[in-house]
């Protein structure tokens, strides 16, 4: 599985604007072969500060998305952005859920244990 993460530090004046962007590009890009999910969060201490998380089955499914008319409207927002788009690219091996945090906390069993295949 491949998650990015991409933080958006908005000038406040287009923060409207922004918001109206990334709800526009929820539904679609959930509907593109291997999105696994899309989130959009705002911090709580700065309202201009937007975290948007992709899951995306393989690599491949990513760069097909990378590429895409979507993606290009989010490189867009670049006028709209007090700082430069931070834009980070995770490849995951293995999840882990509450079973390992239960484990770790109560019964001392290695989280090994707890692997799940993302595969």
């Known amino acids: 599985m491949i ?13 409207l604007e922004i918001t109206q962007t990334l709800v526009s590009l929820i539904e679609p890009v959930a509907r ?3 999105c696994k999910g899309i ?6 201490q700065d ?13 491949e499914n990513l760069d097909l998305h990378l590429k ?9 927002t670049k006028p709209l952005l007090s700082e430069p788009l931070n834009i980070r690219i995770y490849t995951v091996s ?3 859920g509450m079973a390992a945090i239960d484990a770790v ?10 692997i799940v295949n993302v595969s």
Do not use: M
Not at 68 to 76: A, T
Not at 105 to 114: A, F, I, L, N, Q
């Open 105 to 114: 906390r109560t019964k001392g069993v290695p989280y090994d244990e707890y």
């Open 94 to 96: 293995h999840l882990q």
């Open 39 to 44: 989130s959009v969060f705002c911090d709580i």
């Open 47 to 59: 309202k201009n500060r937007f975290c948007l998380i992709e899951e995306w089955k393989t690599r």
């Open 32 to 34: 593109e072969k291997g």
């Open 68 to 76: 895409s008319h979507r993606f290009g409207v989010l490189l867009g």
């Open 3 to 15: 998650v990015v993460k991409i933080i958006l530090n908005v000038l406040a004046e287009k923060q």
